[in-house]
Every structure is written in structure tokens, then in C-alpha cells.
């Protein structure tokens, strides 16, 4: 049962571009919602979150953006540098009943030259 | 450095073996969680420890148990090991209950052979 969504296995985008990662999760409980980023042989980063009274939240490059009720989120990163080629994971916490996050399986981003 | 450590940072065994992974949590945070990333996966949460109590538990096998200690820091047990297992293994830590952002650790790659 994946509560969190990643459609997309892998992007790839033209450096100086815009990365747009999109996510859809299905449980309506969930209130907090938060990118992490992972290289390789590391583990994931915290990016950036938005909780679910907000529809945007901004942080440099990095944009999030909420839409409850299509139950959908999308990371967006302008613009797109090198270093930003990662794995993203979208994830969601039910920040009232527990406080475990779900994660989905992540987007690889490809930033091309 | 995260502030999150796990050791060892790989670990190869034989299947039907048991092994214990580590974590210390970072300084100050009470909580934390243990994931697992297999290949097609993304991170699994298994489970969750807050202040040396179990608060949550995920997708975890009876095989598989953890404990946190009264200096907080945490190891996860994997015994009869099947090649299913081979995985990352990573430890997150946060400050309270309710978890906004987790602060992960670099990863424990486990391959059982």
C-alpha cells in the first residue's frame, strides 16, 4: 500500500531549467510534507516541507507546491544546476497520530550539461 | 557529517546469520527511526523508538527487533537473514515526537550471500 507516490522513476533536465518532481499520496490525514534529497552513498537530506495550511512554500531555488485537494505536491527547482542531480523523495507525516514519515520511492534528477 | 552515526558502514554475511547495526542518534534528538531501502522500495520505514520506549512500528519482520538504550542510541537485530534482506539500512534521528524533518545517517549496506 503505497501511501506516497513518486510516478516518475527518473528525470532528466537541461541545466538552467526548471526541475518540476510531482508526487500524489492518498491518505487525507497526512498534514506535513517534505522533500529530501539523497546522493549516492549517503544518506537522504531534508530539502524543504509545506504543511497543509500553506499551498507554497519557498526557499531559494526551491519551491513546493500543495494541492489538497488533487492530493498532489510538486518540488520545483529553478534553475537547475549540476549539483542538484540526486535522488528526491517526496514524504508525507500524519503529524496528529504519530510521528513516522512515509516516504515514496523517489525521482533520480539528471541535471544535463 | 549529519550528526547521525551508523556503524558499520557495510557488513556481508551468510544467510541464516544475524547481525545488529548501530546508531547514535544526534546529540540532544530523542527519537529515532530505522528505514530500510531496498532496490525497487524507496525507504521503508520499520520502526521507531522514542526516549528508550517503542512508539511505532512499520512494515518490520519478526525476524527483525530493535531496542534503544538509556544513552540513546539504538541498534536494529536481523537474524535468520535471507538474500531479501541485502538492503540499506538507515537510522534517523529528530528532537521530539512529532517528527517535522529527521535527520538521517549514512547508511548501513547489508549484503547477505
Known amino acids: 500500500d503505497q501511501q506516497v507516490k513518486q510516478n516518475s522513476p527518473s528525470l532528466s533536465v537541461q541545466e538552467g531549467r526548471i526541475s518540476i518532481l510531482n508526487c500524489d499520496y492518498t491518505n487525507s490525514m497526512f498534514d506535513y510534507f517534505l522533500w529530501y534529497k539523497k546522493y549516492p552513498a549517503e544518506g537522504p537530506t531534508f530539502l524543504i516541507s509545506?504543511?497543509?495550511?500553506?499551498d507554497k512554500n519557498e526557499d531559494g531555488r526551491f519551491t513546493v507546491f500543495l494541492n489538497k485537494s488533487a492530493k498532489h505536491l510538486s518540488l520545483h527547482i529553478v534553475p537547475s544546476q549540476p549539483g542538484d542531480s540526486a535522488v528526491y523523495f517526496c514524504?508525507?507525516?500524519?503529524?496528529?497520530?504519530?510521528?513516522?514519515?512515509?516516504f515514496g520511492k523517489g525521482t533520480r534528477l539528471h541535471i544535463l550539461p | 557529517d549529519s550528526g547521525v552515526t551508523q556503524t558499520p558502514k557495510h557488513l556481508i554475511t551468510a544467510t541464516g546469520q544475524r547481525v545488529t547495526l548501530r546508531c547514535s542518534p544526534r546529540?540532544?534528538?530523542?527519537?529515532v527511526y530505522w528505514y530500510q531501502q531496498s532496490l525497487d522500495q524507496g525507504l521503508q520505514f520499520l520502526i521507531q523508538y522514542y526516549n528508550g520506549e517503542e512508539r511505532a512500528k512499520g512494515n518490520i519482520l519478526e525476524r527483525f527487533s530493535a531496542q534503544q538504550f538509556p544513552d540513546l542510541h539504538s541498534e536494529l537485530n536481523l537474524s535468520s537473514l535471507e538474500l531479501g534482506d541485502s538492503a540499506l539500512y538507515f537510522c534517523?534521528?529528530?528532537?521530539?515526537?512529532?517528527?517535522?524533518?529527521?535527520?538521517f545517517g549514512s547508511g548501513t549496506r547489508l549484503t547477505v550471500v
Open positions: 546529540s540532544g534528538d530523542l527519537s
Open positions: 534517523a534521528s529528530s528532537v521530539g515526537l512529532v517528527a517535522v524533518g529527521y535527520t
Open positions: 514524504a508525507a507525516s500524519a503529524r496528529d497520530r504519530d510521528d513516522k514519515i512515509i
Open positions: 509545506i504543511s497543509s495550511i500553506k
